[in-house]
């Protein structure tokens, strides 16, 4: 699977929630609001990024709540965790529905990272691999706030704020992995190489 900041398999179709359908799971129960915020985020997601969203329903088997705040890594393949401080405004008046949708992207990016490791590596050793896995959710996170506010009137100032914080946080995580890059494979180099793009604003193809 392409693992490219910008680019996602496109094998879904435009039925309902399809994969992303809440289930059983992690320590919470799913209420009937949370449902409805679900299918907000998902809606969200197809507007701005439908690829993404496609590429999530091809590889995301559950979504599971969690009561804490905390996602655990030992989860079940194809299934990501979602905390249910994620339905929620933040504190600086960022929408559920949005943390939702990075929630989503977060934990999805997350667990395709990891499929797709296991078939061709993007490193030598563990501790270069788990910097491009951070470089990479943290590239996918910026360009779904990139999207946001580049889709019209949802450019609010928690929105931008967030997106700053993360391409600060992305750029970090580039020299982190810049770090390593004598142990990264090709493919590794090559998701460096974009995703130090993205921290300077550049358009990627």
């Known amino acids: 699977m392409d693992l490219d900041p910008d680019r996602s398999s496109a094998h879904g179709d435009q039925e309902a929630l399809c994969a992303l359908d809440p289930a059983s799971g992690g320590t919470g129960t799913w209420h009937a609001a949370e449902r409805a915020a679900l299918a907000s985020a998902v809606r969200l997601l197809g507007a701005v990024w439908p690829a993404m969203l496609d590429e999530l ?118 020299a982190a992995a810049g770090a390593h890059r004598s142990e990264l494979t090709d493919h590794g180099l090559r998701l460096l190489d974009r995703s130090a793009r993205l921290t300077s604003g550049a358009v990627l193809p």
């Not at 030992?74 to 929630?103: N, W």
């Open 57 to 174: 329903r091809a590889s995301v088997t559950r979504v599971a709540l969690l009561d804490g705040t905390t996602a655990d890594d030992d989860r079940a393949q194809g299934a990501v965790l979602i905390g249910r401080h994620c339905f929620t405004p933040s504190p600086d008046g960022l929408l559920g529905s949005v943390r939702l949708a990075e929630a989503l992207v977060r934990e999805g990016t997350r667990a395709v990272y990891d499929a797709a490791a296991e078939r061709e590596p993007f490193a030598r050793a563990r501790q270069p691999a788990e910097a491009v896995r951070r470089m990479v959710v943290l590239s996918r996170c910026a360009l779904l706030y990139r999207r946001l506010l580049e889709s019209g009137p949802a450019a609010e100032p928690a929105m931008e704020r967030r997106h700053a914080l993360l391409l600060t946080e992305l750029g970090e995580a580039v």
